[in-house]
């Protein structure tokens, strides 16, 4: 989702869904990954119905360089607090 942050694949995806483009940046476009972990956590622990014993974890893999970074470490998810 990093690419939809490039304008010309904002437009061909615009273009593709039949949206303006400045709703691909604004819903789909990560610029940030590590606080886009944090905010997919945040939200799956507000989630009704998922089990309190769910193990998560939330990493980024570095394309550029192949390297991945733990952004969250793993634990039940209700026992996470959001950063």
Known sequence: ??????????????????IESDQVAETMAITNPAQSVRDDIARLSRTPG??????VSGLVY??????????????????????
């Open 50 to 55: 998922l089990p309190d014993t769910l193990v």
């Open 62 to 83: 570095d394309t550029a360089h192949g390297t991945v970074e733990e952004i969250v470490a793993s634990a039940p998810l209700r026992n996470i607090r959001p950063a």
């Open 1 to 18: 989702m990093s690419r939809f942050a490039d304008p010309a694949a904002q437009q061909a995806l615009a273009n593709r869904l039949g």
